[in-house]
Nanobody
Framework: QAQLVESGGGLVQAGGSLRLSCAAS????????MVWFRQAPGKEREFVAR????????VYADSVRGRFTISRDNAKNTVYLQMNSLKPEDTAVYYC?????????????????WGQGTQVTVSS
């Protein structure tokens, strides 16, 4: 059974930091990449960051590059998203996802498996 479980969300002031975790188990572990997306109220889900399990290569959305860092711990089957210099516009539900449907990596429909999401709220 495939499962992704996010944790680490919360309320933080602008300029602060949070670290999100995504623990993977089951069929999700065999997928080559893990990603983070986010969805703000009234907006579509958007790509945030991607990492390969193997070589660790990363890709970031322009809006978070230089502030967020995605990393992985292969032994724990866990992916992290370190978020620094947070802004109110980073407020969203953050989701991790994996799997592959062959679509471009920045598209929501590129992934088969999704976690339940964790809320991040940044106050001004």
């Amino acid at each position: 059974q495939a499962q992704l479980v996010e944790s680490g969300g919360g309320l933080v002031q602008a300029g602060g930091s949070l670290r999100l975790s995504c623990a993977a188990s089951g069929r999700t572990v065999s997928s080559p990449v893990m990603v983070w997306f986010r969805q703000a109220p009234g907006k579509e889900r958007e790509f945030v960051a991607r990492i390969n399990w193997g070589g660790g290569s990363t890709v970031y959305a322009d809006s978070v590059r230089g502030r967020f860092t995605i990393s992985r711990d292969n032994a724990k089957n866990t992916v992290y998203l370190q978020m620094n210099s947070l802004k109110p516009e980073d407020t969203a539900v953050y989701y991790c996802a994996t799997g592959s449907t062959g679509r471009p990596y920045y598209r929501e429909d590129a992934y088969n498996y999704w976690g339940q999401g964790t809320q991040v709220t940044v106050s001004s």
